[in-house]
């Protein structure tokens, strides 16, 4: 089946591009195009549009890594728009990078009410490559196109047209473009040939400056902003050239590969091998215990998903407790916009709380997010148990604790499995979704397509102290606490890593989660601690004395009037290093990024030699939305592969604290 077809009614040339899921710009698309626009010579007009889903949703990346072939799609928007015949255009769904830019090359644009356009290479690294740059400041003006192509936002159809990106905006397509193309009116100036308006060198100074601090050090931002001024500052006869050049070098570009990484591994880690073949049951209500922050968080995301909760507490009190809770959150999506009154009303009727297990008796899916006790899990999936269909799937939300034991009663283990959510649950997307030694496929199946429900993004993880994301980070907190005791200070350590592209450093993390988890689950693990193991004692000296964080007004740092280094920790900290006889040492930002994204990567590589993970991707996958490391990095594995002397750094960790590291067998020897 032809992926591009043409047909003749009249005088008027259909152009149909079928190339699902997302009608991506492929060769075979560029290569119809460009044969319609031969037959165009012959038409009094052309109607463009695509079947499935959606209008052109961008490039075809698997065509990224190899050799451009013709025709390349500059020369396919420029043969659109050079055309003696009009090209209209019926956009809906989401019309993305390549997309846009045919669309830009078209006369006209009618679009259905509801549709998004947006420029998203920036996500990926790159500039718009075929004229996107140069001809959407001409048709909106500069400010909107430098919001689109500077973060990749997508903008909707109303702010669109409002800025004179659509003629028509219309519920029924079809009949728009009948209506349309009966009075067609006269072609219109090229958007390639168009003036281009100067920006205000304000608004430049003030988006360098947003984009300095949004970007974390990935530089397609600032790219595409240079881009755009090249628009602004000459014609599209020049500036149009510069775009397609810096957009190929960019393909190559080590960011670009990163977050091209990125992408795919999400994707990948959303299909494991594991649920291949294998059908998700229907949820259509969730019974969730606990509702304090994690539960509240978890029941609210449920809720957005379209499902009805029964959230379980231990008292009538406790239980009201978790519904104000939940009705914050609702709350605070309503003052975002992203949820309406009436749509709060519904959502809150949906939810139910009790102190009583039987009111969920009905529930598809038990899960327990209470706090790490294990006595306290085994005791509530047990009441789950019971209380819910023999069927029904049973989850337990632990950060650290094993599902084997949380489960070690319960009869048919198939329909048992882990769902860590990350907090706050109703934002982060991650969801950790843990394999027991007997989950079912059906049973893993169904809570991917949970996630995806909640419009999140499920990982497969085995089973080990921490899973994947939060044994990862343990390894990180420790190598930090080595760098502290041997000169560096929390502030300095905090300054590295920000600026290596993390959100916050280890110590300003743990004042934000609380010291005070860390430190339960140090002294849970004591009594198998390794006696080799060399073991830093400050966190717990700071926990003794009552600084858990932020909230308690002190942790690693002083809150008091605003966050700052406090002479108090800083104190301990020399104090320590003196009782060991520690001579301070002194470290450079990149030492210290380079010491803890090698105990990062190290104990990532042991996570895949013991199948806790499946792919290296799954842990980069695991980390840039757990945690935060650098998109633009593309994961701390993807990124280890580009390091000519990973293996030396990794082993200075076995240098700097004998006895402390077991090396990946990929780093030994």
């Excluded at 390639?192 to 360098?208: L, N, V």
């Amino acid at each position: 089946m032809a992926i591009v077809t043409t047909k003749m009614v009249e005088d008027i040339l259909h152009v149909t591009i079928n190339n699902p899921p997302v009608n991506a710009t492929s060769l075979a698309v560029r290569q119809g195009l460009m044969e319609a626009v031969e037959q165009a010579k012959n038409a009094r007009a052309v109607l463009l549009r695509c079947e499935g889903r959606t209008f052109i949703a961008g490039g075809d990346m698997t065509e990224f890594d190899k050799p451009a072939e013709a025709p390349l799609l500059p020369d396919v928007v420029a043969a659109i728009e050079a055309s003696p015949a009009p090209w209209v255009a019926l956009l809906f769904g989401t019309v993305l990078g390549g997309g846009l830019e045919i669309a830009l090359g078209c006369s006209h644009r009618i679009a259905l009410c509801g549709t998004r356009f947006a420029l998203p290479e920036v996500s990926i690294g790159l500039i718009p490559g075929a004229g996107g740059s140069q001809r959407l400041p001409r048709l909106v003006g500069f400010e909107l196109a430098c919001d689109m192509a500077t973060t990749g936002k997508m903008v909707d159809a109303e702010v669109f047209k409002k800025a004179g990106g659509v003629d028509i905006l219309t519920n029924d397509l079809e009949r728009a473009a009948r209506v349309f193309l009966f009075d067609l009116p006269e072609k219109p100036t090229q958007i390639s040939a168009r003036p281009c308006p100067r920006p205000d060198p304000g608004f430049i100074e003030a988006t360098r400056a947003k984009l300095a601090k949004s970007a974390k050090g990935a530089k397609a931002p600032f790219h595409n902003l240079d881009a755009l001024l090249w628009a602004s500052e000459t014609n599209f006869k020049t500036g149009q050239p510069r775009e397609r050049k810096l957009h190929l070098d960019l393909r190559q570009s080590p960011e670009s590969k990163a977050l091209r990484h990125a992408f795919f591994s999400e994707r990948a880690a959303a299909k494991p091998a594991v649920i291949k073949g294998a059908a998700p049951r229907e949820i259509s209500e969730v019974a969730i215990v606990g509702g304090g922050l994690m539960g509240a968080g978890i029941a609210a995301s449920m809720l957005f998903a379209g499902l009805k909760v029964v959230l379980l507490e231990v008292s009538v009190e406790a239980a009201e407790a978790g519904r104000c809770r939940v009705n914050t959150i609702l709350e605070g999506a309503v003052k975002r916009g992203k949820l309406d009154v009436s749509n709060k009303t519904r959502l809150q009727r949906q939810l139910i709380t009790s102190d009583d297990y039987s009111a969920a008796q009905n529930a598809d899916l038990g899960l327990e997010a209470v706090f790490e006790d294990l006595a306290v899990k085994q005791e509530v999936i047990a009441k789950l148990a019971a209380a819910l269909p023999t069927d029904a799937i049973l989850a337990t939300n632990t950060s650290y604790l094993d599902p084997h034991a949380i489960f070690k009663e319960i009869k048919n283990p198939a329909r048992c499995l882990g769902l860590h959510y990350f907090s706050p649950a109703h934002i982060m997307k991650l969801v950790e979704v843990v394999a027991l030694e007997g989950t079912a496929p059906e049973t893993l199946t169904t809570a991917f397509a949970l996630a995806k429900r909640q419009k999140k993004s499920p990982v497969l993880s085995g089973v080990c102290d921490g899973f994947i994301g939060n044994r990862m980070l343990a390894a990180y907190r420790r190598a930090a606490d080595y760098l502290l005791a041997d000169g560096a200070m929390p502030s300095q350590i905090d300054t590295a890593m920000r600026g290596f592209g993390m959100p916050m450093g280890p110590y300003e993390l743990q004042d934000l989660t609380g010291l005070q988890i860390g430190w339960a689950n140090r002294k849970r693990l004591a009594p198998t601690r390794s006696p080799a193991e060399r073991y830093i004692p400050i966190a717990d000296q700071l926990c003794e004395l009552g600084r858990f964080g932020q909230r308690a007004g002190r942790g690693w740092y002083g809150y008091e009037g605003g966050k700052q280094e406090d002479p108090e920790v800083e104190a301990m900290i020399r104090y320590y290093r003196e009782a060991e006889g520690i001579t301070p040492q002194s470290y450079s930002s990149c030492q210290i990024s380079s010491h803890l994204m090698a105990a990062l990567i190290n104990e990532g590589q042991r996570i895949l030699e013991e199948g806790i993970a499946a792919t290296a991707g799954d842990i980069d996958v695991v980390q840039m939305l757990g945690y935060g490391f650098p998109r633009w990095r593309g994961g701390p594995m993807h990124y280890g592969d580009a390091l000519t002397d990973l293996k030396d750094m990794v082993a200075d960790l076995a240098v700097q604290s004998p006895g402390s590291w077991v090396l990946a067998d990929k780093f030994k020897g």
